[in-house]
C-alpha cells in the first residue's frame, strides 16, 4: 500500500496541470464541444485534462487502476471491482459552468481504498483555488499563499445551504422546505462539498443522479474536514467502486448533522 501523504504533493501537481490544461482551453475561441449520448456536453478540455491525468497517475501508481469519467472503458469492471484501491477522476467537473464561462468548475482526483475516499484533490483553476485532503486533515489554498488547515462550521446559526445551480429538482426543493429557516446559495461542481468543507455553508442536498467521479474528490475533504457525507434517508456513508457507479441520494453536513 502507497503512503498516501507522500502522494498527496504529486497528486497536487497533477490537478494543477491539468487545470492549467483545461484553462488553455477555456481561454481560446472554440471550446471543442461535442455532446455524448446521454446528451451531456463535452469539451476538448475534457479530454485534454482527463489524458494528462491518466498520464501522470500511470507513471505516479502503475499498479492503481484508474476510473475517469472521459475514459470508462479503460479498466474493465472485473478488474475495478477486483482493486482494493483505485483512483477515481473527474477530469472536469461543471462542463456546463465551463461553456458557460461561469468559472464555477473543477478538476477532481480521489483516491478509494476498500470504498471510501482516502485522498481527495479539488481544483477550481478559474479562481487559482485548490482544496486538498489526506492523513485526516483537509487544506485550503488561494493562489501561491500559504495553505490554511480547514474545518466544517460548529457553530450555531441559521443554516447556509448550498444547491446546485443546474440541479435544483424537485425532491431538493421539498428538503430545503422541510428544514425550515435557511440561507441558500448556488453554485456548481464539487465547489457546493467544498463551501460545507471549510464552513462556507452547512448543508448540501444532492437528491437527484450524480455519479461517484462526480463528488468522491470533495467528499474526502469534507470528511477529513470533520463533516459527512451521508446517503438519505438512510444515513448512512456513501461508498465507492460499487457494481452501479450510480450515488444514491445524500445530504452533505458539516458538524451541524
Not at 485534454?48 to 501522470?56: P, V, W
Amino acid at each position: 500500500m502507497h503512503d498516501i501523504l507522500e502522494l498527496l504533493p504529486s497528486v497536487v501537481a497533477i490537478a494543477r496541470e491539468a487545470g492549467a490544461a483545461v484553462m488553455d482551453v477555456y481561454t481560446s475561441d472554440d471550446l471543442g464541444t461535442t455532446y455524448k449520448a446521454d446528451s451531456s456536453p463535452v469539451t476538448q478540455a475534457d479530454i485534454q485534462s482527463n489524458n494528462l491525468i491518466i498520464a501522470e497517475l500511470q507513471k505516479l501508481t502503475p499498479d492503481i487502476p484508474i476510473i475517469s469519467e472521459e475514459s470508462l472503458d479503460a479498466v474493465p469492471d472485473a478488474d475495478r471491482l477486483a482493486a482494493d484501491t483505485i483512483w477515481l477522476v473527474d477530469p472536469l467537473d461543471g462542463t456546463k459552468g465551463f461553456i458557460a464561462h461561469n468559472g464555477e468548475f473543477t478538476v477532481n482526483i480521489a483516491l478509494i481504498s476498500h470504498g471510501e475516499p482516502v485522498l481527495g484533490v479539488v481544483f477550481a483553476p478559474a479562481s487559482n483555488k485548490l482544496y486538498y485532503a489526506a492523513g485526516g486533515k483537509a487544506w485550503r489554498q488561494q493562489d501561491n499563499r500559504e495553505p490554511e488547515q480547514i474545518h466544517v462550521n460548529t457553530t450555531a446559526r441559521t443554516p447556509i445551504v448550498v444547491v446546485s445551480r443546474s440541479h435544483l429538482d424537485p425532491a431538493t426543493t421539498a428538503w430545503l422546505e422541510q428544514l425550515g429557516e435557511h440561507q441558500q446559495t448556488a453554485v456548481d461542481s464539487s465547489l457546493k462539498l467544498c463551501y460545507v468543507a471549510t464552513g462556507e455553508a452547512d448543508y448540501y442536498p444532492r437528491l437527484g443522479p450524480i455519479m461517484e467521479w462526480d463528488t468522491a474528490a470533495a467528499d474526502a475533504i469534507v470528511r477529513q474536514a470533520g463533516g459527512h457525507v451521508l446517503t438519505y434517508p438512510q444515513r448512512e456513508p456513501v461508498t465507492y467502486n460499487k457494481p452501479d457507479m450510480h450515488q444514491p441520494a445524500f445530504v452533505v453536513s458539516g458538524d451541524v448533522s
